[in-house]
């Protein structure tokens, strides 16, 4: 009974040590990538930095093993600790060489029921790095808000997709609202690099020629547009919300997160606060399949399959034929499920 004890004891103890090394092994990872994306100096000093520091933390481990002394593990907590703090002091900024297409962020102010925004982006885009840059200044009256959509963006594969909200008013214009990174001149995306304060977050409303079609016809996305069927009151509310999340960037920069603060999530939590109730699900991590959950939820147009809705809402065909057309907007949604043969809304919206 002794030496089974002794056993189970000597097995219990390997495993917990190997659950302690597997957490050092993933901080020293986190801190090589920390390091990489955020250390000072350039692409040499960086990658310097990274290096050494997975170097100390496999070093650890692997004395800590040899020796079967925990206190060689000290200087790399203690290291850890220090990079810690370093990392709590990196703030998010609005003061860069920004890109072009992010170089401003929508501002607005209400009154009564006229928003006025500045900062609305309207730009011509030949290719994706070829474009008239335009920034406008737009009023809308939210007693003429009647629609609301989702546009999916797949840049990526079936998993991931840019998550983009559009507005319809009575006088046939659309609004889009886009949640993005703010990147800096030659930057591109890296969804690694999201986790690691890598981008500030930017919030653009652009007119639909802009920035759907810059997706579907300059860089080749592949997109899918979903009318969300919402009381007008809701429709307001979210409107309104995206104000708000304009304000609040205004006020404090804020950073963008892969996987808690990007173009899907920011939505759902403004939502959320509308629609009180609806359920956490992983595809709202996996954006890709965001039109499934609104399916689910009883969110998109009644009465079809949701096959149908995909089908019919499958608009990079036509975005592709509307690239000179300047009803670009309705174009796109003809015969869409909730609008007619000429794009216009034809369902009646929920009662509130």
């Known amino acids: 009974m002794t030496f089974l004890s002794h056993r189970a004891r000597s097995v219990l103890g390997t495993f917990g040590k190997m659950a302690v090394s597997l957490i050092l092994l993933l901080t020293a990872l986190w801190g090589a990538l920390a390091l990489w994306y955020q250390l000072s100096g350039g692409t040499a000093a960086q990658g310097i930095g990274a290096l050494l520091w997975g170097a100390l933390g496999v070093a650890s481990i692997a004395l800590w093993w ?27 900024k609005q003061q860069r060489v920004w890109a072009d297409d992010v170089a401003r962020n929508v501002t607005g102010k209400v009154a009564g029921n006229l928003v006025t925004l500045d900062n609305v982006r309207n730009f011509d885009w030949r290719s994706d790095d070829d474009y008239t840059v335009k920034w406008e200044q737009r009023s809308y009256d939210l007693d003429e808000l009647r629609t609301v959509d989702t546009a999916l963006s797949y840049w990526t594969g079936p998993y991931i997709a840019h998550t983009l909200i559009s507005f319809g008013f009575a006088d046939g214009r659309f609004l889009t609202f886009s949640i993005e990174i703010r990147k800096e001149k030659g930057e591109s995306f890296s969804a690694i690099g999201g986790f690691f304060k890598h981008f500030e977050m930017s919030l653009i409303a652009a007119d639909e020629r802009d920035i759907l079609r810059v997706r579907t016809n300059a860089r080749g996305e592949d997109m899918h547009l ?90 990079t065909a036509r975005a592709r034929a509307a690239n000179d057309d300047p009803d670009f907007s309705h174009a796109i949604r003809r015969a869409m499920p909730g609008y007619d043969e000429a794009g216009f809304p034809k369902l009646q919206m929920p009662r509130q």
């Open 66 to 92: 040899m020796r079967g002394d925990a206190r060689v593990l000290l200087p790399y907590v203690a290291g850890f600790i220090l990079l810690l703090v370093w990392w709590s002091f990196i703030t998010p």
């Open 226 to 315: 979903y009318r969300v069927m919402m009381p007008k009151a809701a429709m307001r509310s979210l409107f309104l919300a995206y104000l708000d999340e304009a304000q609040a960037l205004k006020n404090q920069p804020r950073f963008y997160n892969t996987l808690t603060a990007n173009c899907t999530t920011i939505v759902f939590e403004m939502v959320r606060r509308i629609v009180p109730g609806l359920p956490l699900d992983f595809r709202l991590m996996a954006s890709g399949y965001l039109d499934r959950y609104l399916f689910d939820v009883k969110g998109l147009v009644p009465g079809l399959s949701f096959q149908q809705l995909r089908d019919g809402g499958h608009v």
